[in-house]
């Protein structure tokens, strides 16, 4: 069943019972109010009845026929009757109908009592009022209701009728309000099958209608937008990959031909090329390890936790000096951020091995850990003032730099890791030469920081020029 059918049946039987809750409850209503009507007008004749009969009963409890007073002679709607005990019965007005159960129930009750019930003579409905006299016999009152009944079953036609009017009327009004109110699912339907057929991302909802649907569309299309976006970059990322492979799959294969040739290459020669075969292949190793880095986002199944900054940046200074042989001078506080530190490691091996293979000076490399910041200078030539808007972007290289070994993609994952740890980077040029980059995290918690830990102050790093 669709939302829309839902929708109009639930407005239908609601405004259908409500009008039967309704209706029936006017009915019982005018049906009481009726019934005490006629009982009043039954309670009025009995009083003068009585006194009359007080007067006209013989001295052994036998009634004649009295007359009743004038006023009730000339009523045909009302008859009465004298039941004695022994079950002689006198008409007093009109024909009267015999003596019925609540009648004789009544015999025998004290004078002045009194009982109503609703009967069937001959298919004729009758209202009865029997009274208790003094004298061993009860009065019989009767009035036709036939009225009453036609008055009654009219209304329940005019019910009927008005429910079935309101039901007719709330389908229609219903079907038109679940069309304005499932129109935009319709179309976020609509668009989500078109992209999930064509996958075109191009696909956007009207954004209009209440503010439920309007948020509705609102999100539909943030998240096309998002998916867009995400798709740019990855064909992004495969467009800049595909470039970044041709360089070293292109010397692979000029030295593979070369090797072909063997027979005419020198010893020397043929050594350079399998040296050059092994440099190419570690760059296309490394290029498609941080190409998988970027595009998977291996780290995201690492817990975070408090983290001493000093601690990690000294675990990599150390390999840095041992895998390159270049001194690493370190000045670390106690700056603890919450982290992931696999993740921080690769950030800070990103920046020193950035910082030894841009500074062919042979000096040392300057890190400095103030207050979450990293920051790590060499006395290199610096950037290049037009490269310093992109150097975090990925595959950049400057023009100085692409005849070195990489992929472009270092500080790029620098930036990326940061930007998860709720940090900033910076890039500019020492103030005495050299190329200054610099990572800042939030600091955490000091609730949260491992045991041992000074507390943590707040100096600022050095600035970028």
């Given at each position: 069943?669709?939302?829309?059918?839902?929708?109009?049946?639930?407005?239908?039987?609601?405004?259908?019972?409500?009008?039967?809750?309704?209706?029936?409850?006017?009915?019982?209503?005018?049906?009481?109010?009726?019934?005490?009507?006629?009982?009043?007008?039954?309670?009025?004749?009995?009083?003068?009845?009585?006194?009359?009969?007080?007067?006209?009963?013989?001295?052994?409890?036998?009634?004649?026929?009295?007359?009743?007073?004038?006023?009730?002679?000339?009523?045909?709607?009302?008859?009465?009757?004298?039941?004695?005990?022994?079950g002689?019965?006198?008409?007093l007005?009109?024909?009267?109908?015999e003596?019925?159960?609540?009648?004789?129930?009544?015999?025998?009750?004290?004078a002045g009592?009194?009982?109503?019930?609703?009967?069937?003579?001959?298919?004729?409905?009758y209202?009865?009022?029997?009274?208790?006299?003094?004298?061993?016999?009860?009065?019989?009152?009767?009035?036709?209701?036939?009225?009453?009944?036609?008055?009654?079953?009219?209304?329940?036609?005019?019910?009927?009728?008005?429910?079935?009017?309101?039901?007719?009327?709330?389908?229609l009004?219903?079907?038109?309000?679940?069309?304005?109110?499932?129109?935009?699912?319709?179309?976020?339907?609509?668009?989500a099958a078109?992209?999930?057929?064509?996958?075109?991302?191009d696909?956007?909802?009207?954004?209009?209608?209440?503010?439920?649907?309007?948020?509705?569309?609102s999100?539909?299309?943030?998240?096309?937008?998002?998916?867009?976006?995400?798709?740019?970059?990855?064909?992004?990322?495969?467009?800049?990959?595909?470039?970044?492979?041709?360089t070293?799959?292109?010397?692979?294969?000029?030295?593979?031909?070369?090797?072909?040739r063997?027979?005419?290459?020198?010893?020397?020669?043929?050594a350079?090329?399998?040296?050059?075969?092994?440099?190419?292949?570690?760059?296309?190793?490394?290029?498609?390890?941080?190409?998988?880095?970027?595009?998977?986002?291996?780290?995201?199944?690492?817990?975070?936790?408090?983290?001493?900054?000093?601690?990690?940046v000294?675990?990599v200074?150390?390999?840095?000096?041992?895998?390159?042989?270049?001194?690493?001078?370190?000045?670390?506080?106690?700056?603890?951020?919450?982290?992931?530190?696999?993740?921080?490691?690769?950030?800070?091996?990103?920046?020193?091995?950035?910082?030894?293979?841009?500074?062919?000076?042979g000096?040392?490399i300057?890190?400095?850990?103030v207050?979450?910041?990293?920051?790590?200078?060499?006395?290199?030539?610096?950037?290049?003032?037009?490269?310093l808007?992109?150097?975090?972007?990925?595959?950049?290289?400057?023009?100085?730099?692409r005849?070195?070994?990489?992929?472009g993609?270092?500080?790029?994952?620098?930036?990326?890791?940061?930007?998860?740890?709720?940090?900033?980077?910076?890039?500019?040029?020492?103030?005495?030469?050299?190329?200054m980059?610099?990572?800042?995290?939030?600091?955490a918690?000091?609730?949260?920081?491992?045991?041992?830990?000074?507390?943590?102050?707040a100096?600022?790093?050095?600035?970028?020029?």
């Amino acid at each position: 069943m669709s939302l829309r059918l839902k929708l109009v049946l639930a407005l239908v039987l609601l405004s259908t019972g409500a009008t039967v809750v309704v209706g029936a409850s006017s009915y019982r209503s005018t049906r009481a109010e009726l019934t005490s009507e006629v009982d009043r007008s039954l309670e009025a004749a009995v009083e003068p009845i009585r006194g009359r009969l007080r007067q006209q009963f013989d001295r052994d409890g036998r009634p004649d026929r009295p007359s009743p007073p004038g006023e009730f002679r000339a009523r045909t709607d009302l008859q009465a009757v004298v039941v004695a005990e022994d079950g002689t019965v006198v008409e007093l007005v009109g024909e009267g109908i015999e003596p019925q159960q609540v009648t004789l129930d009544l015999m025998g009750s004290p004078a002045g009592s009194s009982a109503f019930a609703t009967v069937t003579v001959d298919d004729t409905p009758y209202r009865v009022l029997a009274s208790s006299l003094r004298v061993p016999a009860v009065l019989q009152l009767a009035r036709n209701v036939e009225e009453i009944d036609r008055v009654l079953a009219a209304l329940r036609t005019r019910i009927v009728l008005v429910g079935l009017v309101v039901a007719v009327v709330a389908g229609l009004v219903g079907s038109l309000l679940a069309r304005q109110l499932t129109r935009p699912l319709e179309q976020l339907a609509a668009a989500a099958a078109t992209v999930g057929a064509t996958g075109s991302l191009d696909e956007r909802v009207p954004e209009g209608g209440g503010p439920e649907t309007a948020r509705l569309g609102s999100s539909f299309n943030g998240m096309l937008a998002a998916l867009a976006r995400s798709k740019a970059a990855q064909q992004q990322l495969v467009q800049d990959a595909g470039h970044e492979l041709r360089t070293p799959l292109t010397s692979l294969r000029t030295n593979v031909y070369a090797l072909r040739r063997g027979d005419q290459l020198t010893p020397e020669d043929r050594a350079r090329v399998l040296d050059d075969l092994e440099s190419e292949t570690q760059e296309l190793s490394a290029i498609v390890d941080e190409i998988v880095e970027l595009a998977t986002d291996a780290r995201s199944d690492e817990p975070f936790e408090p983290v001493r900054l000093g601690e990690v940046v000294g675990r990599v200074a150390e390999r840095t000096e041992l895998r390159t042989g270049r001194t690493v001078r370190l000045v670390a506080d106690d700056s603890v951020v919450l982290g992931r530190p696999r993740a921080l490691e690769r950030v800070v091996s990103n920046l020193l091995g950035n910082a030894t293979k841009f500074d062919t000076s042979g000096g040392p490399i300057e890190v400095q850990v103030v207050a979450g910041a990293i920051v790590v200078t060499d006395h290199g030539p610096g950037f290049e003032p037009a490269d310093l808007p992109f150097v975090f972007d990925r595959f950049h290289r400057s023009v100085s730099a692409r005849s070195l070994p990489g992929s472009g993609l270092g500080l790029s994952i620098v930036r990326d890791l940061t930007e998860a740890h709720g940090g900033t980077v910076a890039a500019g040029n020492a103030p005495g030469g050299g190329a200054m980059v610099s990572v800042t995290l939030p600091l955490a918690d000091p609730s949260t920081a491992p045991p041992g830990t000074s507390p943590q102050v707040a100096p600022q790093p050095p600035p970028l020029s």
